[in-house]
Each structure stands twice: as C-alpha cells, then as structure tokens.
C-alpha cells in the first residue's frame, strides 16, 4: 500500500510567500547591474543626514517659539 502524504497549504501563506518573491526580486535586478552605485548611494545619505539635521534646527526652532508665548505667573 502506498500512502503518499499531500500538504496543502493556506491560502494565506501563498499570499505571504508571493509578497516576499516579489519583494525579494528589485535586489537580484540590482544585484546584475554591473555600475558602480556607491557615489548615489553616498550622495543620498548626505542628503538625509543635512535633511535630518535642517528638521532638528526647524524643531528647535518650534520649540523656542513655542516657550517664548508660554505665558507662566500673574498676568
């Protein structure tokens, strides 16, 4: 007697493994690129870090304006 084991499994964990493949595939295109990406890549973390930092000096800022009208004490 032969008893062959079928698994089945969810629709649910088709979809999850689907999602992952199609996630997964942008990095082996960009794996098979034969251009150097370090100057883009370089470029685009100096702007994050200046974005970053102009956010906290705009931050900064709020907070000053916001301190400066705290009215505290008698009027």
Not at 20 to 39: E, G, H, K, M, N
């Amino acid at each position: 007697m032969n008893l062959s084991l079928v698994v089945q499994q969810s629709p649910g964990v088709t979809a999850v493994a689907h999602r992952i493949q199609l996630a997964v595939a942008p990095v082996f295109l960009l794996s098979f690129a034969r251009f150097d990406t370090s100057v883009p890549v370089a470029l685009f973390f100096v702007a994050a870090m200046v974005a970053f930092f102009a956010g906290l000096l705009f931050f900064l800022r709020e907070i000053f304006i916001a301190t400066a009208n705290l009215r505290i004490g008698p009027h």
